[in-house]
């Protein structure tokens, strides 16, 4: 049974709402918990926005849940679904300790796209290195530093209304990896083959539920998790590296089991890992 950790517990992120403290053993909806009385939050910073959905109670919405509805994807990666006696939908990872929507612009699900991008580790002379202990070749990943919470992560972000999930993996890389926004449409061409070379071969690696802190009992993250391997590092060894958008920084990371890592993002590496028999 998938249960959450990352958004149970504490103040809600950029609020001063308090969670309501859900014991372990309480998170699934299955166990019986009268005494469960979380605030109702939805941030402001919501309310009324283009990319968000309106008030649950308000007459002209009229979602068609647990399925795609028009531009929208209200499908989830994990199963069906249920809802709570106000006809909100219900968190299936548990409780959360705080009903609405917080950060998150729709009910239920909010879908998300994460670039793994990797190449192997290697020496000044360009040797491949291999860990000292297990023998095995080391990955490198590219994280940024997110503004928001200031961990290191994925460059993830939102699946626009409408947007196929390929082109939402290689916009938000560029935006938040290369900084595309900052950049003239002549910078932009010269790094656009290497892009599209390493987005063209892309394996999936993670679809479902993301342990992330802004989940609510009525809205939570999923994710489409693909990696991009430039196994000689040609392709990504022209691309200069700037962060941008919701980044502060962006590195080459290398991977190890005890990365700190936004949400549950080290999940999502380690099948990465395993995939590729790298060091772990
Ligand atoms: C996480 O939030 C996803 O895995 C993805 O990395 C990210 C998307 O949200 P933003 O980066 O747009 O805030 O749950
Ligand atoms: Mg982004
Ligand atoms: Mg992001």
């Not at 403290?21 to 109702?40: A, G, L, M, R, T």
């Not at 987005?199 to 990696?227: H, L, Q």
């Not at 691309?239 to 949400?263: C, F, H, K, M, T």
Request: aromatic share 8%; charged share 25%.
């Amino acid at each position: 049974k998938m249960l959450h950790n990352n958004c149970r517990g504490g103040i809600y992120q950029s609020s001063k709402v308090q969670r309501f403290q859900v014991p372990d053993d309480k998170v699934d909806w299955s166990i019986d918990y009268p005494e469960y009385n979380p605030p109702d939050y939805t941030s402001s910073v919501v309310v009324g926005k283009p990319w968000a959905d309106l008030d649950i109670d308000d007459p002209s919405f009229k979602p068609k849940w647990n399925q795609i509805d028009g531009k929208i994807n209200r499908h989830c990666h994990n199963g069906i679904y249920k809802f709570d006696d106000n006809n909100r939908p219900i968190n299936p990872a548990g409780r959360t300790g705080i009903r609405g929507r917080g950060l998150l612009g729709r009910w239920g699900p909010n879908h998300a796209a994460d670039p793994i991008v990797t190449r192997w580790k290697r020496d000044i002379a360009g040797n491949i290195t291999i860990n000292n202990e297990s023998k095995k070749q080391i990955l490198q990943f590219i994280g940024i530093k997110r503004k928001d919470t200031g961990e290191w992560a994925i460059p993830g972000g939102m699946v626009d209304a409408g947007e196929v999930i390929s082109l939402t993996l290689k916009r938000e890389f560029m935006e938040e990896a290369l900084n595309s926004i900052g950049k003239t449409p002549e910078q932009l061409s010269i790094i656009t083959d290497s892009i599209n070379k390493l987005f063209s071969n892309g394996e999936e690696i993670y679809k479902g539920y993301v342990d992330d802190p802004r989940n609510t009992d009525n809205s939570w993250m999923e994710t489409c998790a693909m990696n991009f391997h430039d196994d000689d590092g040609s392709l990504v060894g022209s691309i200069p590296l700037e962060a941008g958008d919701d980044a502060s920084n962006v590195r080459w990371i290398d991977i190890e089991q005890n990365l700190n890592l936004y949400a549950n993002h080290i999940n999502f590496i380690q099948l990465t890992v395993e995939k590729k028999k790298a060091h772990w």
